[in-house]
């Protein structure tokens, strides 16, 4: 529990055996339910989440897709594992390293205190980006980031790529009506969906994490 919620977090893996068990291994003890959604990857990643759901199966959980059909349906899938659980606020922590657990408060933060029903981070706002962030990455992300600025209308969000989210129940509903799109423009896609239906959306500011052993 996080100030009364019931937190669940999804983490969407295609072939991280050589990061998911630090990621899994970060996150807060107060996490509720860690949903791992295997995107049908062809290493170890769901040998080594599965070690996980075996030592605490009221914790963990573990869903393969059985076939790879993109980072998206990955999360729609840990999503809806997560609502029917019973969630109150679902985040999602990519398999990779890349999302601070240590940020994971102040994600969850603008969702479960009620001023939010989205809350998404923003790399671009602290002056490390600039240092740490890959420059083909940053550019296209600032490039995406305008594009859904006009297609969403949320302009004050940036870094619209940015995939570490925290959603209420009442917002991942409404999501899951619709379903999600499966591949990488999913985030982008999210915040077109939740400003049709009128859903107030928080930026988070938070470091860029790169060169931790990930995949390029």
Do not use: C
């Amino acid at each position: 529990m996080y100030k009364d919620s019931r937190i669940a977090v999804v983490v969407p893996a295609f072939n991280e055996e050589g990061q998911l068990g630090r990621v899994l291994e970060g996150l807060p003890a107060w996490v509720d339910r860690v949903i791992v959604a295997d995107d049908a990857s062809t290493d170890r990643t769901a040998e080594i989440a599965r070690g996980y759901a075996e030592r605490d199966p009221r914790r963990f959980e573990v869903l393969r897709l059985p076939e790879n059909r993109g980072v998206g349906a990955a999360i729609e899938a840990g999503y809806r594992s997560a609502f029917a659980w019973g969630a109150d606020v679902t985040a999602v922590m990519a398999g990779d390293g890349q999302m601070d657990p240590a940020e994971l408060p102040a994600l969850l933060d603008p969702v479960a205190n009620g001023q939010a029903d989205y809350a998404k981070g923003n790399r671009l706002v602290l002056g490390d980006a600039w240092q740490t962030m890959p420059a083909a990455r940053l550019l296209g992300g600032a490039v995406l980031s305008f594009l859904t600025k006009v297609a969403s209308g949320y302009w004050h969000v940036s870094d619209s790529q940015n995939g570490y989210t925290a959603i209420s129940r009442r917002a991942l509903e409404q999501l899951l009506r619709e379903g999600l799109y499966p591949r990488y423009g999913m985030p982008n896609d999210v915040l077109v969906r939740l400003n049709v239906h009128n859903f107030t959306v928080r930026d988070v500011p938070m470091r860029a994490v790169y060169n931790v052993g990930e995949r390029v």
